[in-house]
């Protein structure tokens, strides 16, 4: 059997079991070029002499006969090759060592998955302990700092009441004061004061005891002094129906007050109302003198 007999034998095999070039191409991944040149016996045309034998026994396996019995019907035909070369350089050698570096490979990654799972393991329980101390580090300092908040909150607070209180009593006292003045008469006759000239006047009928003056704003901020036998005895600014009291010496015997708006002034002394000139005028300022007499 010569070499063309070979591949028509090859052609006529493949046409029984009913497969195109494309299927035994597909099944050697042998090229369709060569593939049709072994069955038109046109050997020279492969890549050399060692090719034919392993491109004819892959071609045989494709149809699934057994490669040893066609071989020995027509070893006598097929082009020597050293064994050596073939061996190295046939498909099936190829194929083989293809395989055992797959198989290398998904052995190494078997070998050390379990290494790599056990690294991952350690990390996540070493991750999971430092959140676990760190958050049972962390609730002492939160719970100091509440104490500390709950501290500062309860001085805030005793701070707030003892101002509170300050406040109250020094608005009961004013309050107390102001009860006072009213309460009494006055227009009893018991003091006298009368105007002696253009914002001048007279205070007599002086007692033992030390004078009261009893500063009032009405409706409005005003801005009010007084000086006592030329030193300043009291100032500042009230705001809208407030009361001062300021308390005047016995031998007190000039008294001046200024007022930045005698439209809101109200002045009571030992609880008598001082009259005021001009009382209506909103928004002008007075200067008042005041000459007690023994």
Same mark, same amino acid.
């Given at each position: ?123 996540? $329980?070493?991750?999971?302990? $430092? ?96 000086? $006592? ?66």
């Amino acid at each position: 059997m010569d070499m063309n007999e070979i591949g028509q034998r090859l052609h006529d095999l493949r046409v029984e079991k009913g497969l195109s070039i494309d299927d035994i191409q597909a099944r050697t991944k042998i090229q369709k070029r060569y593939l049709i040149n072994i069955e038109q016996g046109e050997f020279d045309q492969l890549p050399g002499e060692f090719y034919v034998r392993a491109f004819i026994k892959q071609y045989i396996q494709a149809l699934g006969y057994d490669s040893k019995e066609f071989f020995a019907t027509v070893e006598k035909d097929l082009p020597e090759t050293k064994p050596d070369t073939y061996v190295e350089n046939s498909i099936d050698n190829k194929s083989d060592e293809v395989k055992r570096t797959t198989n290398n490979k998904k052995g190494m990654w078997k070998n050390y998955l379990p290494h790599i799972l056990t690294t991952l393991a350690i990390i996540i $329980v070493l991750a999971l302990v $430092v959140f676990i101390f760190s958050r049972v580090f962390a609730k002492p300092a939160s719970s100091n700092n509440g104490d500390n908040q709950v501290i500062m909150t309860s001085r805030s607070q005793s701070e707030s009441s003892s101002e509170s209180q300050i406040s109250s009593s020094s608005e009961s006292q004013l309050i107390s004061s102001e009860s006072s003045v009213s309460s009494s008469s006055i227009s009893s006759g018991s003091y006298g004061i009368k105007l002696s000239g253009a914002n001048q006047y007279t205070a007599s009928k002086l007692t033992e005891a030390a004078h009261s003056l009893v500063l009032k704003s009405k409706g409005q901020a005003v801005w009010l002094g007084v000086t $006592v036998n030329g030193s300043m005895t009291w100032q500042g600014t009230l705001s809208a129906n407030q009361s001062q009291v300021v308390s005047l010496p016995q031998n007190a015997t000039t008294m001046v007050i200024n007022s930045g708006n005698i439209g809101t002034t109200q002045l009571i002394l030992n609880n008598q109302e001082v009259p005021l000139e001009n009382a209506d005028q909103l928004g002008m300022t007075r200067q008042l003198t005041v000459n007690f007499e023994g």
